[in-house]
T-cell receptor, first 114, second 115 residues
Framework: ETGVTQTPRHLVMGMTNKKSLKCEQH?????MYWYKQSAKKPLELMFV???????ENNSVPSRFSPECPNSSHLFLHLHTLQPEDSALYLC?????????????FGEGSWLTVV | AQKVTQAQTEISVVEKEDVTLDCVYE???????LFWYKQPPSGELVFLIR??????QNEISGRYSWNFQKSTSSFNFTITASQVVDSAVYFC????????????FGTGTRLKVLA
Protein backbone atom coordinates (compact mmCIF):
# COMPACT_ATOMS: atom_id res chain seq x y z
CA GLU A 1 0.00 0.00 0.00
CA THR A 2 1.42 3.33 -1.03
CA GLY A 3 1.96 5.99 1.63
CA VAL A 4 0.75 8.71 -0.73
CA THR A 5 -2.60 8.23 -2.42
CA GLN A 6 -4.02 10.29 -5.23
CA THR A 7 -7.50 10.51 -6.68
CA PRO A 8 -8.69 10.34 -9.31
CA ARG A 9 -6.13 8.24 -11.13
CA HIS A 10 -7.47 9.31 -14.49
CA LEU A 11 -9.34 12.47 -15.41
CA VAL A 12 -10.62 13.80 -18.72
CA MET A 13 -11.88 17.34 -18.67
CA GLY A 14 -12.95 20.01 -21.08
CA MET A 15 -11.25 23.35 -21.23
CA THR A 16 -14.15 25.06 -19.48
CA ASN A 17 -14.50 22.53 -16.68
CA LYS A 18 -13.46 22.87 -13.07
CA LYS A 19 -12.07 19.81 -11.37
CA SER A 20 -9.79 18.97 -8.47
CA LEU A 21 -7.05 16.47 -7.82
CA LYS A 22 -6.76 15.13 -4.32
CA CYS A 23 -3.74 13.80 -2.47
CA GLU A 24 -3.41 12.27 0.97
CA GLN A 25 -0.26 11.12 2.67
CA HIS A 26 -0.24 8.58 5.49
CA UNK A 27 3.42 8.97 6.41
CA UNK A 28 3.21 11.70 9.01
CA UNK A 29 5.23 14.02 6.83
CA UNK A 30 5.23 17.79 7.05
CA UNK A 31 5.98 18.77 3.47
CA MET A 32 3.89 18.08 0.37
CA TYR A 33 4.51 18.74 -3.29
CA TRP A 34 2.84 18.83 -6.68
CA TYR A 35 4.90 17.84 -9.70
CA LYS A 36 3.95 17.80 -13.36
CA GLN A 37 5.32 15.20 -15.73
CA SER A 38 4.71 15.78 -19.42
CA ALA A 39 5.76 13.46 -22.20
CA LYS A 40 9.43 13.84 -23.08
CA LYS A 41 9.98 16.59 -20.50
CA PRO A 42 11.72 16.47 -17.13
CA LEU A 43 9.74 16.41 -13.95
CA GLU A 44 8.57 19.92 -13.10
CA LEU A 45 8.07 21.06 -9.54
CA MET A 46 4.89 23.09 -9.28
CA PHE A 47 4.14 23.80 -5.63
CA VAL A 48 5.62 23.06 -2.23
CA UNK A 49 3.86 23.22 1.13
CA UNK A 50 5.49 22.93 4.52
CA UNK A 51 3.27 22.65 7.60
CA UNK A 52 0.33 23.76 5.41
CA UNK A 53 2.10 26.92 4.27
CA UNK A 54 3.05 27.37 0.65
CA UNK A 55 6.79 27.81 0.32
CA GLU A 56 7.22 27.50 -3.41
CA ASN A 57 5.21 28.41 -6.46
CA ASN A 58 7.33 27.62 -9.45
CA SER A 59 5.77 30.20 -11.79
CA VAL A 60 2.70 28.06 -12.28
CA PRO A 61 -0.22 29.62 -14.22
CA SER A 62 -3.15 30.71 -12.08
CA ARG A 63 -5.43 28.15 -13.72
CA PHE A 64 -3.76 25.73 -11.28
CA SER A 65 -4.72 26.54 -7.70
CA PRO A 66 -3.32 24.48 -4.82
CA GLU A 67 -4.87 24.04 -1.43
CA CYS A 68 -3.38 22.45 1.66
CA PRO A 69 -5.88 22.28 4.53
CA ASN A 70 -3.52 20.27 6.74
CA SER A 71 -0.20 18.46 6.54
CA SER A 72 -1.83 15.27 5.30
CA HIS A 73 -3.96 16.59 2.48
CA LEU A 74 -3.19 18.49 -0.68
CA PHE A 75 -5.48 19.51 -3.51
CA LEU A 76 -4.89 20.90 -6.95
CA HIS A 77 -7.86 22.81 -8.28
CA LEU A 78 -8.03 23.01 -12.04
CA HIS A 79 -10.01 25.46 -14.14
CA THR A 80 -9.98 26.62 -17.75
CA LEU A 81 -7.07 24.36 -18.59
CA GLN A 82 -5.42 24.09 -21.97
CA PRO A 83 -4.67 20.92 -23.94
CA GLU A 84 -0.97 21.39 -23.21
CA ASP A 85 -1.78 20.91 -19.54
CA SER A 86 -2.45 17.26 -20.26
CA ALA A 87 0.12 15.38 -18.19
CA LEU A 88 0.72 13.13 -15.23
CA TYR A 89 0.37 15.09 -12.00
CA LEU A 90 2.30 13.61 -9.13
CA CYS A 91 1.78 14.40 -5.50
CA UNK A 92 4.62 13.74 -3.08
CA UNK A 93 5.63 14.24 0.51
CA UNK A 94 8.72 14.34 2.68
CA UNK A 95 9.37 14.53 6.38
CA UNK A 96 10.91 17.96 6.03
CA UNK A 97 12.30 20.35 3.45
CA UNK A 98 15.91 20.01 4.52
CA UNK A 99 18.35 18.42 2.15
CA UNK A 100 18.55 14.68 2.18
CA UNK A 101 14.94 14.06 3.05
CA UNK A 102 13.50 11.45 0.77
CA UNK A 103 10.54 12.48 -1.32
CA UNK A 104 7.84 9.83 -1.59
CA PHE A 105 5.50 9.97 -4.54
CA GLY A 106 1.94 8.93 -5.15
CA GLU A 107 0.77 6.99 -8.18
CA GLY A 108 -0.16 10.12 -10.03
CA SER A 109 -3.26 11.48 -11.70
CA TRP A 110 -3.32 11.19 -15.47
CA LEU A 111 -5.01 14.32 -16.78
CA THR A 112 -6.28 14.78 -20.32
CA VAL A 113 -7.66 18.15 -21.38
CA VAL A 114 -9.88 18.05 -24.44
CA ALA B 1 25.45 24.80 -12.08
CA GLN B 2 23.83 21.63 -10.81
CA LYS B 3 22.78 19.00 -13.23
CA VAL B 4 21.98 15.31 -13.52
CA THR B 5 22.61 13.54 -16.79
CA GLN B 6 21.21 10.19 -17.74
CA ALA B 7 22.62 9.78 -21.21
CA GLN B 8 20.87 6.50 -21.93
CA THR B 9 17.39 7.36 -23.11
CA GLU B 10 16.26 3.77 -23.61
CA ILE B 11 17.84 0.38 -23.04
CA SER B 12 16.49 -3.00 -24.10
CA VAL B 13 17.80 -6.23 -22.66
CA VAL B 14 16.70 -9.81 -22.68
CA GLU B 15 15.55 -11.31 -19.41
CA LYS B 16 18.36 -12.54 -17.14
CA GLU B 17 20.89 -10.16 -18.63
CA ASP B 18 22.65 -7.69 -16.35
CA VAL B 19 22.14 -4.02 -17.14
CA THR B 20 23.73 -0.82 -15.85
CA LEU B 21 22.00 2.52 -15.87
CA ASP B 22 24.34 5.49 -15.83
CA CYS B 23 23.94 8.67 -13.83
CA VAL B 24 26.41 11.54 -13.92
CA TYR B 25 25.89 14.61 -11.78
CA GLU B 26 27.39 18.06 -11.49
CA UNK B 27 27.56 20.08 -8.31
CA UNK B 28 29.98 22.33 -6.50
CA UNK B 29 28.54 21.42 -3.13
CA UNK B 30 30.50 19.09 -0.90
CA UNK B 31 27.38 17.87 0.87
CA UNK B 32 24.58 16.47 -1.21
CA UNK B 33 22.39 13.44 -1.62
CA LEU B 34 21.74 11.21 -4.57
CA PHE B 35 18.64 9.14 -5.24
CA TRP B 36 17.30 6.57 -7.63
CA TYR B 37 13.60 6.15 -8.37
CA LYS B 38 11.72 3.62 -10.48
CA GLN B 39 8.62 4.61 -12.43
CA PRO B 40 6.63 1.63 -13.73
CA PRO B 41 3.90 2.19 -16.34
CA SER B 42 1.36 2.80 -13.58
CA GLY B 43 3.00 6.16 -12.92
CA GLU B 44 4.19 6.15 -9.33
CA LEU B 45 7.81 7.03 -8.70
CA VAL B 46 9.10 4.39 -6.33
CA PHE B 47 12.02 5.31 -4.11
CA LEU B 48 14.93 2.88 -4.45
CA ILE B 49 17.94 4.34 -2.69
CA ARG B 50 19.39 7.43 -1.07
CA UNK B 51 23.12 8.01 -0.76
CA UNK B 52 24.91 10.94 0.87
CA UNK B 53 28.07 12.41 -0.57
CA UNK B 54 30.24 11.19 2.28
CA UNK B 55 29.37 7.56 1.87
CA UNK B 56 31.07 6.04 -1.12
CA GLN B 57 30.45 2.47 -0.20
CA ASN B 58 28.69 0.53 -2.85
CA GLU B 59 25.30 -0.81 -1.95
CA ILE B 60 23.62 -4.05 -2.83
CA SER B 61 19.97 -4.88 -2.33
CA GLY B 62 18.96 -8.18 -3.82
CA ARG B 63 19.44 -7.94 -7.58
CA TYR B 64 20.06 -4.19 -7.37
CA SER B 65 23.43 -2.59 -6.76
CA TRP B 66 24.71 0.95 -6.85
CA ASN B 67 28.20 2.19 -7.57
CA PHE B 68 28.93 5.69 -6.26
CA GLN B 69 32.18 7.28 -7.42
CA LYS B 70 32.82 10.86 -6.44
CA SER B 71 35.95 11.00 -8.56
CA THR B 72 33.87 10.66 -11.70
CA SER B 73 30.67 12.20 -10.26
CA SER B 74 28.75 9.09 -11.09
CA PHE B 75 26.10 7.06 -9.31
CA ASN B 76 25.38 4.08 -11.51
CA PHE B 77 22.70 1.48 -10.96
CA THR B 78 23.05 -2.16 -11.95
CA ILE B 79 20.30 -4.73 -12.14
CA THR B 80 21.57 -8.28 -12.10
CA ALA B 81 19.61 -11.04 -13.84
CA SER B 82 16.97 -8.61 -15.07
CA GLN B 83 13.31 -9.56 -15.06
CA VAL B 84 10.34 -8.34 -17.06
CA VAL B 85 9.02 -6.62 -13.92
CA ASP B 86 12.10 -4.41 -13.98
CA SER B 87 10.74 -2.71 -17.10
CA ALA B 88 10.23 0.92 -16.11
CA VAL B 89 11.70 4.37 -16.36
CA TYR B 90 14.47 4.95 -13.85
CA PHE B 91 15.32 8.41 -12.57
CA CYS B 92 18.44 9.59 -10.84
CA UNK B 93 18.14 12.73 -8.70
CA UNK B 94 20.42 15.10 -6.82
CA UNK B 95 19.39 16.87 -3.64
CA UNK B 96 21.60 19.87 -2.93
CA UNK B 97 22.03 21.34 0.56
CA UNK B 98 19.51 24.10 -0.18
CA UNK B 99 16.54 21.80 0.36
CA UNK B 100 14.46 18.92 -0.87
CA UNK B 101 12.36 21.06 -3.17
CA UNK B 102 15.51 21.74 -5.11
CA UNK B 103 15.74 18.13 -6.16
CA UNK B 104 17.27 17.94 -9.61
CA PHE B 105 16.02 15.01 -11.62
CA GLY B 106 17.65 13.44 -14.62
CA THR B 107 15.54 12.88 -17.71
CA GLY B 108 15.24 9.18 -16.97
CA THR B 109 16.26 5.95 -18.67
CA ARG B 110 13.55 3.69 -20.03
CA LEU B 111 14.46 0.06 -19.46
CA LYS B 112 12.70 -2.63 -21.44
CA VAL B 113 13.30 -6.19 -20.35
CA LEU B 114 12.17 -8.65 -22.98
CA ALA B 115 11.04 -12.16 -22.13
Amino acid sequence: ETGVTQTPRHLVMGMTNKKSLKCEQHLGHNAMYWYKQSAKKPLELMFVYNFKEQTENNSVPSRFSPECPNSSHLFLHLHTLQPEDSALYLCASSQALTSGNTIYFGEGSWLTVV
Amino acid sequence: AQKVTQAQTEISVVEKEDVTLDCVYETRDTTYYLFWYKQPPSGELVFLIRRNSFDEQNEISGRYSWNFQKSTSSFNFTITASQVVDSAVYFCALSPPSGTYKYIFGTGTRLKVLA
